[in-house]
C-alpha cells in the first residue's frame, strides 16, 4: 500500500475535538494507493478506519479502539509523532510507512518565480460558457492558483463534445457547470466553485447578481446575444471581461479584452472588427453562430490558452515580481493555418491591435449615442419613455 497523508490533513486532526474519530480518505488503483488529505467527510471519500490522539503503546491503544476491522487503517498522533498501523485479520497492529506532503505549499512550486502565487486564491472569475473553451480556460486558471469560480452555463454534456470538452465518459449527461466544478476542485485543494444552471440570455437579472464583486468575467459562449448581454452588465459594474472565440473549422480565433470605464467594451469591438478582415473563401465568419462547426479539440485550445493568459496577465497586474505582463493591446488575432483570403499567410501567427471606444457607442458612452442618434440626452429620453408610458391606459 502507498499512504500519502498531508501535513494539513495532520494540522487539523491535532485540534479536532474529541480525541479521536473516523479517518476519512479516498482509495485508487485497486485500493493500492490510499490519500488522507481531508479531516472531515468529503463527497468522494469512505471511513478508512480509526485516528486517535493519545500517548502510550500502540497495542494498548488498538485494543480500546472499537469496531475496527481487517485492513482497516489506525492513525495515531502522539504529541508531535505520527504512526500509522494497518489492522491485520487477528486485529494485530502492522506499522504502514506513509508519505506526508505539504499538500497547499508545494502546489504552486513547479511555478513559483513566475509571480506571487498568493495573489491569486482570492481572486474570484465568472465565467459564463463552459464547453471546450470556457471549460479549457476554467482548467488552466484553476492550475495557475485562482481561488473562487463560478461558472455559469445550461447545457449538458453529450456525446459530441466528449472529443474537445476537458470532461470525459464519466461526466456524459451531466450538466457542464457540475462536470467542469467536480474538475476543478480535483485539480487544486484552493479551488471554491459555485455553479449556476442558467441561460443568461432569459435571466439578466440573475446573471447580475452573480458578477456582483467578481475581479474578472469570461465570456466563452458561442451566443452573440449572450455575449452582448453580458458586456452590458459587467460594464455597467466596471467588471473586466475577456471574451474569447474560435472560428469555425479551427483556422483561428480571437481574443478581447474590455476593461472598464475608458477602454473599448465589446460591443466596440464588434462594431470596429466588422470590415477589418476577411475570412477564408469557404468559411463563413459568425460570432452569433451557436452551431458547432468542426474542429479540433487542440485548435480550439490555442485560443483558450490565450485567453487564459490574458486573463492571469490581468488578475496579476500590480504585482511587481510578475513575468506575465500584459499584452501590447486589447485584442489578439490568433491565425491555426493561412488561405487565400485569410489575414494570415503562414500557420500559428498572431496579431495584436488596439481596438479604440466607439465614442457613440450605446453601451459604453450611452449619453453620446443618444445625443447623436436620437437628438436628445439620456435623460431626455428615458423621461420622454416614462411620460409615454405613464400617458398609455391602464387595464
Known amino acids: 500500500m502507498y499512504l500519502l497523508i498531508s501535513d494539513e490533513f495532520l494540522a487539523a486532526l491535532r485540534v479536532l ?51 475496527v476491522t481487517a485492513g482497516q487503517l489506525i ?4 504529541g508531535d509523532e505520527t504512526r500509522c498501523f494497518v489492522v491485520e485479520p487477528d486485529k494485530t497492529l502492522q506499522p504502514q510507512p506513509f508519505e506526508q506532503v505539504k499538500l497547499y505549499t508545494d502546489y504552486h512550486s513547479r511555478i513559483e518565480g513566475l509571480f506571487d502565487p498568493t495573489r491569486l486564491p482570492e481572486k474570484r472569475v465568472v465565467i459564463v460558457g463552459l464547453g471546450s473553451g470556457g471549460s479549457a480556460i476554467a482548467s488552466e486558471l ?14 449538458r454534456l453529450s456525446v459530441p463534445n466528449l472529443a474537445r470538452h476537458i470532461c470525459g465518459l464519466s461526466d456524459l449527461g451531466r450538466l457542464k457547470v457540475d462536470a467542469v466544478a467536480d474538475f476543478l476542485r480535483n485539480a487544486s485543494p484552493v479551488a471554491k466553485v459555485k455553479t449556476y444552471d442558467m441561460n443568461v440570455t432569459t435571466d ?17 459562449t458561442d451566443s452573440e446575444d449572450a ?31 474590455a476593461e472598464p470605464p475608458d477602454g473599448a467594451c465589446y460591443e466596440c469591438f ?66 491555426n493555418w493561412p488561405q487565400s483570403g485569410w489575414v ?27 445625443q447623436a442618434f436620437l437628438g436628445i440626452s439620456k435623460e431626455e429620453a428615458a423621461a420622454e419613455v416614462k411620460d409615454l408610458l405613464d400617458s398609455l391606459p391602464s387595464f
Open 142 to 155: 484553476v492550475r495557475a492558483g485562482v481561488g473562487h469560480f463560478d461558472l455559469v452555463d445550461f447545457d
Open 204 to 220: 439578466p437579472d440573475r446573471l447580475q447578481e452573480i458578477l456582483q464583486g467578481a475581479d474578472l468575467v469570461i465570456g466563452a
Open 227 to 257: 455575449k452582448s448581454i453580458l458586456n452590458r452588465i459587467a460594464w455597467r459594474l466596471k467588471i473586466p471581461a475577456v471574451y474569447a472565440a474560435a472560428y469555425d473549422l479551427g483556422f483561428g480565433g480571437d481574443v478581447f479584452l
Open 344 to 370: 494570415f499567410n503562414q500557420p500559428l501567427m498572431s496579431d495584436f491591435i488596439q481596438i479604440d471606444p466607439d465614442p457613440v457607442c450605446p453601451v459604453c458612452h450611452p449619453d453620446a449615442y443618444s
Open 270 to 335: 464588434h462594431r470596429s472588427t466588422g470590415d477589418m478582415f476577411s475570412p477564408p473563401d469557404d468559411v463563413t465568419l459568425d460570432y452569433g453562430k451557436t452551431i458547432s462547426q468542426p474542429a479540433l479539440g487542440l485548435d480550439v485550445r490555442f485560443v483558450s490558452l490565450i485567453a487564459a493568459r490574458v486573463a492571469l496577465a490581468y488578475l496579476l497586474a500590480g504585482d511587481t515580481t510578475s513575468r506575465l505582463h500584459s499584452y501590447s493591446t486589447n485584442w489578439v488575432l490568433w491565425g
Open 17 to 67: 475535538p474529541g480525541g479521536q474519530g473516523d479517518l476519512w480518505g479516498s482509495r485508487a488503483d485497486h485500493g493500492s494507493v490510499v490519500r488522507l488529505v481531508e479531516p472531515t467527510r468529503q463527497e468522494g471519500q469512505e471511513s478508512l478506519g480509526r485516528w486517535v490522539r493519545q500517548t502510550g503503546k500502540a497495542e494498548d491503544i488498538g485494543k480500546d479502539l472499537k469496531d
Open 75 to 78: 492513525l495515531i498522533l502522539d
